[in-house]
């Protein structure tokens, strides 16, 4: 270990510049070794701060994670380390903390974004990890695309994966339309999500079928993500989080985005071929959108999301007997699978399981999956990988 | 001024949490406002850091640059900041450094990123600034292909940029195939080049002609930037920078990248409508193969590169009647535009001399643009604008 260490700082000293390197590479970091996965699973974090007086790390794997810290400790040459132990098979996402300034670790190229936010993630490998990772099998393409919203006065921006070989053939696919969650944007299910790589890894071992997925962005008075949203466009949120911008979303939804799609991609345009799952305020959105256009979906999945009966979420105008019928007319419509996902402590469970005693009260049919944890994308990362395999079959 | 740090103060204290943003945003730095553009454009960056002893800020506005910081004031609150005057409008680059350790402004979502390299970038609006930005205009798709690459025995990535209409619609489009430079990768050109949008306005404002933009990688032991590449891929690099992998990635663009795109794109596959061009290494890799491949391109772009005779970079075998000789039959071919630029300070300055002094020698036509600065992504975007607008017309 030392000696690693000591070639690390060797590296350092003698980091090579040539001229044919660009710019960026002249102010890269040198070659300390971080994360370094251990032949025990253990990962070992490494950040090279000879100037902080206090280094943490805010990794995932810890209880409550949000708030919670670990200490890293200094040793030779100004670099911290902590080793992490008895880490499970997984997607680990992480950032160092240097005297109270989040910062990425600059040896790890496997970073996370949403927005301004960032965050390093490690890969422990094993077989529950797979479906996370960049895997040598045909990749499908991921595009951001902008599409005209009339419904929201504005063009707009999404991603879209295609499947391999949608580019080279004339195949027809069905469509997961899929909604990020509050605070998110049309990059998230991506980026945070690994959506792309999970689709390529469970396509390629014959557990999804080849589908493209669109990823939207689900703030109706945005553009884009911050960052790429036109010059002088407000990107104020409005003060109302309830029913002024949220419904507007779900009508361009339905109005303009699936058009859009079934216009310029090669899709296959009828109920058993779409699907619609979403996190969070997305899972919202799912509802919202499904309640209200019984017929056009089959496959219906919402995540860390519940029953929208709640003022103080800005939904004042919750009609209990308007929103049984809807799902009655949703149920007799013909839905094949209507999923729902929660975490054992997620912040949505409550309302989650408020929704579900309606469905029951009804005899609404559903999947329900819990799993450990919160209302974290370790567990809407899970989600999409359960999700995927039962759509379109 | 005061009011307003009091009231970004006060927003911190308050900042309100829902159930429904996704957990990326209860982690997400407080309302500060930074960078903020004043009316004289100067511009005021501001870091919430009470723990620092000490701030520095690397900008692109600073002489020098790349060793260079200024330092940042601590004031009220654990507020550091600093107001930079007298910026003409263009697209700076900046990063703070706390305590030595480089952090992306966590109040500022625009970022450029290469690898695990990170900066912020603010546009200090006029005339010359407008390209970078993203405008109100019809938006290009930017998409994330992987191709084959028989040649490297390896899928590979690249970024793509198809024009406004090209998805809904039949039309055939030119390409111009864009190297990025050592250190790089597929993503450089979109993310610290801006292209996607230079393209975009250029496009929408009738300057350049639609087009599509190949960026792939130009590593030939890697299929993707550092954080895509495949589980299990050597990444390393390997010790030979010269002949060894440089010609392998030429040989792969005319075997397997061209034919990939001119069968799986809508393009007009002929010498008048191929343009190549490349920084730095990039400029290499154009020259190695416009000069192997007369006849293929019309449009060729030199950037920040220059004569590859120095043995120092690997080139051990240069001949200079070959190299005239095939420069020869490249202008016998038919070159519309051979267009080099440099920076008066670059780096690769004296070799973009004698490449210059071995094209005039022999009568090679080409059209040379030298702009202020050096070997830096300002003078790549720059080039990037002001070549497109020449391509097939």
Not at 133 to 152: E, F, I, M, N, R
Not at 208 to 218: D, E, R, S
Not at 220 to 240: M, Y
Not at 352 to 358: A, T
């Amino acid at each position: 270990m030392k000696n690693r260490i000591l070639k690390a700082v060797g590296v350092l000293a003698i980091l090579s510049m040539t001229m044919f390197q660009s710019n960026a590479q002249f102010r890269r970091a040198p070659s300390l070794v971080s994360p370094q996965i251990n032949d025990d699973n253990s990962v070992t974090f490494r950040l090279n701060a000879p100037d902080a007086d206090k280094v943490t790390i805010n990794g995932s794997w810890l209880p409550g994670y949000y708030g919670k810290k670990a200490d890293v400790s200094k040793g030779d040459y100004g670099i911290w380390s902590i080793t992490v132990k008895d880490l499970a098979p997984n997607l680990y996402t992480y950032a160092f903390l240097v005297d109270g300034i989040r910062v990425v670790d600059p040896q790890n190229p496997q970073i996370m974004r949403e927005g301004a936010y960032f965050e390093n993630f490690v890969i422990v490998p094993g077989k529950e990890a797979e479906v996370y990772a960049v895997q040598d099998v045909p990749h499908g393409t991921l595009s951001k695309v902008w599409y005209p919203s009339p419904t929201l006065n504005k063009n707009r921006r999404m991603s879209v994966y295609t499947p391999p070989g949608y580019e080279n053939g004339d195949k027809k696919y069905p469509v997961l339309y899929l909604f990020h969650g509050g605070g998110g944007n049309e990059d998230s299910w991506a980026s945070l999500g690994r959506a792309n790589y999970i689709l390529d890894n469970l396509i390629a071992a014959g557990k999804a079928k080849p589908m493209i997925v669109v990823m939207t962005n689900g703030n109706s008075w945005s553009a884009a993500a911050p960052g790429e949203t036109p010059v002088g466009e407000n990107t104020e949120r409005p003060r109302d989080p309830g029913m002024n911008y949220r419904f507007s979303f779900e009508k361009s939804v339905v109005n303009d985005v699936m058009p859009f799609i079934e216009k310029n991609y090669r899709v296959i345009a009828d109920k058993n071929h779409r699907a619609i799952a979403g996190l969070s305020l997305g899972g919202m959105h799912t509802q919202t959108i499904t309640n209200s256009n019984p017929g056009i979906f089959s496959y219906i999945g919402v995540m860390s999301a519940g029953l929208m009966d709640a003022p103080q979420f800005g939904w004042n105008n919750y009609d209990g007997e308007a929103h049984k019928k809807q799902l009655k007319a949703l149920q007799d419509s013909g839905v094949k699978l209507y999923w729902i996902g929660c975490g054992e402590v997620d912040t949505a469970k409550k309302i989650n399981i408020d929704l579900r005693k309606l469905y029951d009260d009804i005899g609404f049919k559903y999947v329900y999956r819990e799993s450990p944890g919160g209302h974290t994308w370790e567990n809407w990362r899970l989600y999409l990988s359960e999700l995927t395999p039962l759509l379109f079959k």
